[in-house]
């Protein structure tokens, strides 16, 4: 059987059996791999602790024919003790890992931008210097970037004429202009698109800044973008506790 | 694909937890070859469990009767309730000796990826049970992985403001592992050296 090995981040698991577990992992190097997790619910597990989700952990794997098999996991960081002292810490986390699953169509498709925004964001989040929500809003539209669907914050998301523009679409990509602004498009506050630019940016000072009701309105918009380009909505976003 | 019933019997038989086409084939196979009265007390039982067995009106146990045999045990301290996330884990305490109160049973533990949040649990009942003042400990007995200590920090939160004391089942209990699978003694050492939860 072949053998490799990477290191990721667990996005989730799921109970297989009497005592194993499904992994999910955000791999550096692979993209998502789903892999077997053998005993893992019982006491005397080697790795039960080490497979959680959150885990930043450096995996020996077997290839199989549908799923690996993890051989050796050995903890690099381990981000859940800290998200789940933390109610709303821990609900953004686990929106930060869905959108990580969401966002990897394909297995073993490699995704290191990604991976990278992953681990950054929990590190943000277990550090707790920023608030949780912007750090959720800036790593939705940064993932949403490295996919290939970042909002238009600036320029006419029709025609590309330079802005500010003062409506937003979601349908047509973000921000338009008066030509082309579709029925129903949204006008939000000029700060709330600034916002948005900061955390896409990692303006974090400009971004710090910002009022109650500019990061809300911010919030709804991200994840109104988010949501338009996903099949099926994100079923942590909604469960996310905001300050 | 087999034809109809064999078919059909395979596909209800997959849709069990844990239970994978390939051992619902073996199932399905099973019971074909199986002793017609063997397969007759199977379906009674099966039968019977819908019938008879519900959820326990005060802890969400189950039950045969409209309270669980918990809850209707005169000796239990009305003062401690524990929180669990399966009735299963019911029977593990149960088993340990150590635990005299009565229990909750929330029906799973929060899991925003799953989609399951505290309203999909029986978090209102347990603030009801909470209201009139009787209990002054809450044990959370959830399981010691990352969504059962998620679940704990949230619930601490929650009663915070009522005041009373809120313990979490000591650590020994194997990190990542499922409650059931605690062995008695180390369960029952957890429930002894329980401690105070701050938030
Ligand atoms: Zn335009
Ligand atoms: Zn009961």
Known sequence: ?243 | MYEGAVQDLIDELGRLPGVGPKSAQRIAFHLLAADPVDVRRLVSALTEVKEKVRFCRICGNVSEQDDCRVCRDPRRDLTVICVVEEPKDVVAIEKTREFRGRYHVLGGAISPIEGVGPDDLRVRELMIRLQDGGVTELILATDPNLEGEATATYLARLVKPMGLRVTRLASGLPVGGDLEYADEVTLGRAFEGRRQVDV
């Not at chain 1, 707790?128 to 809003?137: Q, R």
């Not at chain 1, 409506?167 to 498009?185: D, E, I, N």
Request: net charge positive; proline share 5%.
């Open chain 1, 1 to 243: 059987m072949t053998l490799y090995r990477d290191e990721g981040v667990v996005l989730r698991t799921q109970k297989l059996g009497e005592a194993d577990r499904i992994i999910t992992v955000l791999t550096r190097r692979n993209g998502r791999v789903r892999a077997v997790a053998k005993g893992v619910r019982r006491t005397r597990s080697k790795f039960g602790a080490t497979v959680e989700p959150f885990s930043h952990v450096d995996l020996q794997l077997y290839v199989g024919r549908s799923l690996d098999i993890v051989n050796q996991a050995e903890s690099l960081m381990s981000y859940g003790d800290a998200l789940c002292a933390d109610y709303p810490r821990y609900t953004v986390g686990t929106a930060v890992l869905e959108t990580a699953e969401r966002l990897t169509a394909e297995e073993k498709e490699p995704a290191l931008r990604l991976f990278l925004l992953v681990i950054g964001a929990l590190r943000a989040l277990t550090e707790g210097e920023k608030d949780p929500s912007m750090v959720l809003d800036a790593f939705l539209l940064r993932a949403m970037s490295v996919a290939g669907y970042a909002p238009a914050l600036d320029e006419c998301a029709g025609c590309g004429a330079p802005g500010p523009h003062r409506a937003f679409s979601v349908p047509a990509g973000g921000t338009v202009c008066s030509a082309c602004r579709p029925p129903g498009a949204a006008s939000p506050s000029p700060a709330a698109l600034a916002l948005m630019r900061d955390l896409l940016t990692g303006e974090w000072a400009a971004a710090a800044r910002s009022e109650e009701r500019t990061r809300r309105e911010g919030s709804g918009l991200v994840a109104a973008h988010l949501q338009w380009h996903l099949e099926r909505g994100l079923r942590s976003l909604p469960l996310v506790e905001r300050a």
